[in-house]
């Protein structure tokens, strides 16, 4: 067996009553990333982790923010594609874990509903996922909720 881990980051600034889409998950709250496509950071993250195990360059490679086709894209679609890329090389998944930075608004009670839509969009089980979260102690563009990062870890493995 042959397995490889790659790392995965993603930052984007919140606005003001803009939707705040978390693992597929639109959370309450008075700000929201914005970007390109839904500005899913934690699903970025996980899809930077996954490319980079397998050798595969980055989420901005193969999904350019320049490109119309991504434009508002719910990113568990991004991911369903970046797990294509990685099952054409013969890679499959075999675990996931996620750390989310961001002041507000608590995370916890949606890590359940979170974990279930990264597992349909990576076509893997819940139980391979491990989301967690963490403020910034209201350092820095963090704690002024001016932003919000992902941090990922994925392990990807294939038959020698």
């Given amino acids: 067996m042959k397995i490889r881990v790659g790392f995965g980051f993603d930052v984007h600034q919140l606005a ?3 939707p705040f889409i978390m693992g597929g ?4 709250h008075h700000s929201g990333a914005f970007g390109h496509s839904d500005a899913d ?3 970025h993250a996980i899809c930077d982790g996954l490319l980079g195990a397998a050798n595969l360059r980055d989420i901005g490679f193969h999904f350019s ?4 086709r991504w434009k508002g894209i719910s990113s568990l679609l991004i991911l ?3 797990v294509s890329l990685l099952k054409e090389k013969g890679w499959e998944i075999g675990n996931i874990d996620a750390m989310l930075c961001l002041e507000a608004p608590k995370i916890n009670p949606h890590i359940p509903q979170m974990k279930l839509n990264i597992a349909w969009a990576a076509g893997i089980s819940e139980d391979d996922i491990s989301i967690k979260a963490t403020t910034n102690e209201t350092m820095g563009f963090i704690g002024r909720q001016e932003g919000v990062v992902a ?9 020698k």
């Fill in 151 to 159: 941090y990922a870890v994925c392990l990807i493995e294939k038959e």
């Fill in 65 to 68: 923010n320049t490109d119309d």
């Fill in 25 to 28: 998950v639109n959370l309450e």
């Fill in 16 to 18: 003001e009553k803009h």
């Fill in 80 to 82: 369903k594609e970046c």
């Fill in 41 to 43: 950071v934690l699903v």
